[in-house]
């Protein structure tokens, strides 16, 4: 066996329910959730266990619920002994990550990223922005639909490259709109609107940064004890100084999840654990790269059937 990765979800990954297993098996798993309802100053809790789903949804509450929810799974299971050699998170699941990697406290994480769900809500009028993802077409060329509709007028970029065939673009209405026109005149399989309350990981966030700038001056960042793969660039990451840059910059550059992936198989890493509600990371893992093996964890069965697995690879 080689190396392990532990990954973790992003936005949208959200489910009603998501750890009440947890915090009815373990009393410090409802510790943890009553350190993030004091920190937040609201129950964080009541709203992941019991909804509602359109509030939950929300991405000043989405992001701090997926960040607990990961993080109850991750303490639960690193009791079994497993440790990562490098971790990676999809853009919130970054901060997962950095917590993971004891760069950043848990109730700091907590309140930075429902910070950051107000600031990238608050950066562009509701309604006039938007995402897509564009199937069936190569990164180069979806850039250059992008680029032309950004030089005629109405802002659109590349926001999530997910996996070969699969990304997903970000701008204003208008701009999404019609790059979305563009690519499937030039060949895209398929383009489907996504379910987003802004145009997330394009350069209409930046003046969300000045504000997250100041929230994160507020927490101490540490240096990781396990390395990061960055969201911006897809490049190790160990020193605080430089996670707090990539941090702000990862809220209008595009999340380069393929590039990590396929950074972290080159670096050695053959098993990925997704640690936290849903499959989403594990399902694009594979289509990166379908010879590497992968575990969902979240729940307590998940975590005794992946350290089992992991424990008879090992021998």
Known sequence: MGKIAFVFPGQGSQAVGMGKALADEHEEI??????????????????????????????????????????AALRIFEKEGIQPDFVAGHSLGEYTALTAAKALAFEDAVYVVHKRGQFMEQAVPAGEGTMAAVLGMERSLL??????????????????????????????????????????????????????????????????????????????????????????????VVKA????????????????????VEALIEAGVDTFIEIGPGKVLSGLVKKVNRKVTTYSVQDGESIQETAKALKEAAQ
């Open 30 to 71: 409802r510790e943890l959730f009553e350190t993030a309802d004091r920190k937040l100053g609201f129950s964080l809790s009541e709203l992941m266990f019991n909804g509602p789903e359109e509030k939950l949804t929300l991405t000043m509450n989405a992001q701090p619920a997926i960040l607990a929810a990961s993080i």
């Open 241 to 260: 100084e430089e996670i707090r840059e990539k941090l702000l910059q990862q809220l209008y550059s595009p999340v380069l999840w393929e590039d990590s």
């Open 143 to 236: 850039q250059e639909v992008t680029d032309e509709i950004t030089a005629s007028g109405d802002t659109v970029g590349l926001a999530n490259l997910n996996c070969s065939g699969q990304i997903v673009i970000s701008g204003t209405k208008n701009g999404v709109a019609r790059a979305g026109e563009l690519a499937k005149e030039k060949g895209a399989k398929r383009v489907l609107p996504l379910n987003v309350s802004g145009p997330f990981h394009s350069s209409l966030m930046k003046p969300a940064t000045n504000q997250l700038e100041k929230v994160l001056a507020e927490v101490e960042i540490k240096n990781c004890d396990t390395p990061l793969i960055a969201n911006v660039d897809a490049k190790a």
